[in-house]
T-cell receptor, first 115, second 111 residues
């Protein structure tokens, strides 16, 4: 069964450093997403991406964040200068459609720890 | 008021029991609704979509009441493997791609 994959599974970084989280969405999917989940809290939408551009983003997704699809398979989330409060699980997701039956499939997540 | 609100639980039920979870959403413009399950420290996994007509998938039944802005999930004949956190999700208020998760309801099925 096709699945979304993410690397690395765990990333430890120093405050102020840049990190890039990587995702490989399901191959025939067209819509890509990033979410975060701070430990013990709910899953929060960050951004959606379609046709090589951001289609929607939340208030969390500020200038420190950027997304890119550098080639035909990878989808990345960059955090420019990490803060302690960026420590969270980051989930990538993909979907085939964006309409009313927008069923999103999640990757296993990258746990980001900012020291 | 939270956009998507759920009773956090935990719900501790014996194997074989029937358990129901409720969820309310505040944005009447929401169009799509889903239930996901999330195991501890794992990714959310889609359980089922929720339609006004109600839908059933084996032991699971989901229902949407648009007038009351209320979504439910019923699990019959609970199994130990049903132990997880159940996440209510709404989307479509600002575009179908932007989904809002509830905080989740934790279920523990006891032998």
């Amino acid at each position: 069964e096709p699945e979304v994959t993410q690397t690395p599974s765990h990333q430890v970084t120093q405050m102020g450093q840049e990190v890039i989280l990587r995702c490989v969405p399901i191959s025939n999917h067209l819509y890509f997403y990033w979410y975060r989940q701070i430990l013990g809290q709910k899953v929060e939408f960050l951004v959606s991406f379609y046709n090589n551009e951001i289609s929607e983003k939340s208030e969390i997704f500020d200038d420190q964040f950027s997304v890119e699809r550098p080639d035909g398979s990878n989808f990345t989330l960059k955090i420019r200068s990490t803060k302690l409060e960026d420590s969270a699980m980051y989930f990538c997701a993909s979907s085939l459609t964006s309409g009313i039956d927008n069923e999103q499939f999640f990757g296993p997540g990258t746990r980001l720890t900012v020291l | 008021r939270k956009e998507v609100e759920q009773d956090p639980g935990p719900f501790n039920v014996p194997e074989g029991a029937t358990v129901a979870f409720n969820c309310t959403y505040s944005n009447s413009a929401s169009q799509s609704f889903f239930w996901y399950r999330q195991d501890c420290r794992k990714e959310p996994k889609l359980l089922m979509s929720v339609y006004s007509s109600g839908n059933e998938d084996g032991r699971f039944t989901a229902q949407l009441n648009r007038a009351s802005q209320y979504i439910s999930l019923l699990i019959r004949d609970s199994k130990l493997s049903d132990s997880a956190t159940y996440l209510c999700v709404a989307s479509g208020s600002g575009g179908y791609q932007k989904v809002t998760f509830g905080t989740g309801t934790k279920l523990q099925v006891i032998p």
